[in-house]
């Protein structure tokens, strides 16, 4: 089985702090405080959550020249790469790795409205295009 590397529920939560935040570091304390009011995560958790995210990949750390308690959190990875590669592990685990039974099945699944419906024609063509192009 391979080796886990998109953030889990709870770790996502943390990244959304992390993609949401206007410098591109913060330390664990940073990252709690900017946790209250969203979750009621222990610090404790949120400290484990951050050592997890470092083991996928998705964040890296640098410790403090001043204070080697403290680590410096970076992004790693785009919320964009994290959304591509979870959808890609829920179509494998769900679809048997059928994007079209994956996007057929969301489909029936989703009260869209008009506009909606007119967005996604136009992902769609926007996708034929890019594959006409390789031919």
Known sequence: MERETTPSQSEWL??????ANDTPTMTAK???KKMQGRSNMSPRM???LLNRLWQKGVLSYTVDEHDLRVYHYTVEKS?????REKSRKFVESYFEGSQK???AALLQSAKLTEEQLQELEEILDKYKDKDNDKE
């Open 14 to 19: 943390i990244m959304e702090v992390f993609w």
């Open 30 to 32: 940073e990252v709690i």
């Open 79 to 83: 919320k964009e790469e994290c959304q």
């Open 46 to 48: 949120v400290r484990v």
């Open 101 to 103: 039974n994956a996007m």
